[in-house]
């Protein structure tokens, strides 16, 4: 759920301390084009949220030079006594380092009267870091402002001014607008007041948007309109890269080439291994002769060495620091880690550059307007046995090398340096990497309980995961997840032996070994003995549920995975009769079951499901769902164990 106060008040997580007692004060800038405030949609008003309706968001910007100056107007009426806490609380977020807030309206409008507040309220400005926790400093600052004596039925009409110097080159000539929201809003409006001699790139705008475009005076002013915004409700399931949450982009840059251009000056040297790592380096050139070792070895190195902190105030959300200091301190992020990576690869005569990469939507980088805020995240590309190779080195207990590693599942990316810099590259994974787990699963009965031994088999992503798992849960948790896990089907059950892992991180496979028993007394009660089930663990969550209405949004299916379970029984006291086998193909994913049966109480069941693509177009998915239900159907049975019965109840 997007809510515009969210999004326009900046809601904060933690403030740490009260920075200073006031904020810079004005009048509107008379640049800006002010607009009526549209009334109240009477039809809207059961969709709204907290109490409050939303009647305007305004924002207009125009340029000095680099000098960014974006004034943001949010006006909203109080219509219950829920919405005097969300209305009343003004918090704006603003950078010290490279932006100034000034406060330029504050106004009461209650039925005629309009009650100007701004020369008579104090902002508080707190420091408050709200990525403190993932790691993340980026010295954002918070004024906050009590609105006094608001009652219900108010207007709330409040404006702010952000002056914006770039870090780098061209930085200010790139943004976003959002107007799409869980909430009603009467009007959304953007301005861009253009430097007519700067090219201009928009992204694309909803249907029913109004457009303007004019030109006068050295400026191009565009202005962008949608009136009477219904709530949106978006659908479950989206690809990452596909929000519903629609925003207006817009970039100077021509190209990515411009975009890397004014980073390049700064990525586009070598520097020395530092001297704390020079060992190191030369322990894995003497280790290894075969490049893509070393390469892996070198990843691991920064992975391992290095603890995540990210610096990002000021220059430092844009620029890495240098390789030494680094390694001094022990702590990094994405672009401190990705130059040290590179460092040493190339220390290693490995070609090696690094490239923008974005964590949640970097599946969409492919149809982005080029800008410099498409990004979040830096990774390394080098070339092994030819082809391009990627590697993310603020990754934690990760295993493999080429052909077994996990590939950052990041979409595209966009190198800076390099060969191919400026323009963006498609990440493809390495099949060896992807997420797969084999299951094979014995249930052995004899006298008057039952005996089952797990065996899991994980490689690439799937080790990757689980390995983190063990590293950071203490282990009798872990034990006690599994056994709740198998306690859900079988009601009773009991660990036999303590759970045994194995771990090959050069080939990127863990083993694990799990014992348990049901008891006499558990194995005897009716609803288990008469319902006792055989079924593919975790197959029916790797795939998303889908009704049978149609979809107007892509279905997200995930990355790719694998997964192979087989069960087999061995000595139950009845004769089973195995289903039949079955096969589902769909584009997303492919499903096939075997399994047979003999005289004395064994039967072995075999089920196998791969996704081959990770979305589902939005005019497949009643087709896709038929065909989940298909693979549903096949993947749980139970048998009654009474002798004389031997057929399966599917669930």
């Not at 109240?40 to 309706?53: A, I, K, M």
């Not at 009343?88 to 106004?107: G, K, N, V, Y």
């Not at 479950?236 to 982009?249: A, F, G, K, V």
Request: charged content about 25%; overall charge negative.
């Amino acid at each position: 759920m997007k809510l515009l106060f969210v999004f326009l008040s900046s809601l904060f997580l933690a403030a740490t301390s009260v920075f200073a007692a006031d904020l810079l004060k004005s009048e509107v800038p008379g640049w800006v084009d002010e607009t009526a405030i549209p009334p109240v949609d009477e039809e809207l008003v059961p969709f709204t949220e907290g109490g409050v309706y939303y009647l305007l968001s305004d924002e207009q910007i125009r340029w000095e030079g680099e000098r960014r100056f974006s004034h943001a107007r949010l006006v909203m009426k109080v219509l219950r006594r829920s919405g005097l806490e969300q209305a009343a609380t003004l918090l704006r977020d603003f950078d010290p380092q490279s932006e100034t807030l000034t406060m330029t309206r504050i106004d009461i409008l209650r039925g005629t009267e309009r009650i100007s507040l701004r020369d008579k309220l104090d902002a508080q400005v707190l420091h408050r870091e709200e990525g403190l926790e993932g790691g993340t400093i980026d010295g954002t600052l918070t004024a906050h402002i009590e609105v006094p004596d608001l009652r219900v039925g108010d207007v709330l009409d409040v404006s702010f001014l952000w002056a914006s110097d770039p870090v780098f080159d061209g930085q200010t000539f790139s943004g976003f607008f959002d107007h799409e929201f869980s909430v009603p809003l009467g009007l959304a409006r953007l301005v861009l007041n253009w430097p007519e001699d700067r090219p201009l790139q928009l992204g694309p705008s909803l249907d029913g948007m109004e457009m303007t475009d004019t030109t006068g005076a050295g400026i191009r002013r565009i202005e962008l309109r949608q009136n009477g915004h219904d709530p949106l409700d978006p659908e479950d399931d989206l690809p990452p890269e596909h929000d519903p949450w629609h925003s207006i982009l817009y970039s100077s840059a021509k190209d990515w080439a411009e975009v890397t251009n004014a980073l390049s000056g700064h990525y586009d040297r070598t520097s020395p291994v530092p001297a704390a790592w020079l060992e190191e380096v030369d322990a894995i050139r003497a280790q290894y002769a075969d490049p893509s070792q070393r390469a892996y070895a070198a990843l691991r190195l920064v992975q391992n060495k290095v603890r995540y902190v990210g610096i990002e105030v000021g220059k430092g959300g844009f620029f890495a620091r240098d390789p030494a200091l680094v390694v001094s301190q022990g702590f990094g992020d994405c672009k401190d880690k990705a130059v040290l990576l590179v460092t040493v690869l190339r220390a290693l005569g490995l070609e090696a550059d690094v490239a923008l990469a974005d964590l949640d939507r970097g599946y969409g980088l492919g149809n982005h307007i080029p800008s410099p805020m498409a990004f979040d995240h830096m990774i390394v590309r080098t070339v092994l046995n030819g082809q391009p190779a990627w590697m993310d080195p603020t990754g934690s207990n990760e295993g493999g090398g080429l052909g077994t590693a996990a590939t950052p599942s990041y979409g595209f990316a966009l190198p800076v340096t390099g060969k191919v810099a400026g323009q963006m590259q498609p990440i493809v994974p390495q099949l060896g990497g992807i997420d797969r787990i084999a299951t094979y699963e014995t249930i052995l009965f004899k006298d008057d309980i039952a005996e089952i031994e797990v065996d899991t088999d994980a490689t690439g992503a799937a080790a990757d995961w689980l390995r983190w798992q063990w590293d950071t849960t203490p282990r009798r948790d872990m034990e006690r997840d599994y056994l709740d896990y198998y306690e859900g089907y079988y009601p009773g059950i009991e660990t036999r032996a303590p759970i045994r892992l194995t771990d090959d991180e050069t080939t990127n496979r863990i083993r694990i070994h799990e014992f348990y028993t049901i008891p006499a007394e558990a194995l005897s009660d009716e609803d288990l003995f008469t319902e006792f089930p055989f079924f593919a663990a975790g197959f029916g969550s790797l795939l998303p549920e889908t009704s049978h209405r149609p979809r107007k949004a892509p279905l997200y299916v995930g990355p790719m995975r694998e997964r192979l379970q087989q069960i087999i029984v061995k000595n139950a006291p009845i004769t089973f009769t195995a289903p039949d086998a079955a096969t589902v193909r769909d584009p997303a994913f492919l499903f096939h079951y075997s399994g047979e049966s003999d005289d004395d109480g064994g039967m072995t069941l075999r089920w196998y499901l791969k996704t081959t693509d990770r979305i589902v177009a939005p005019e497949r998915a009643v087709d896709y769902g038929a065909a989940r239900k298909k693979f549903e159907d096949a993947v749980y049975w139970s048998w009654d164990l009474t002798p004389g019965e031997s057929t399966p109840d599917s669930k």
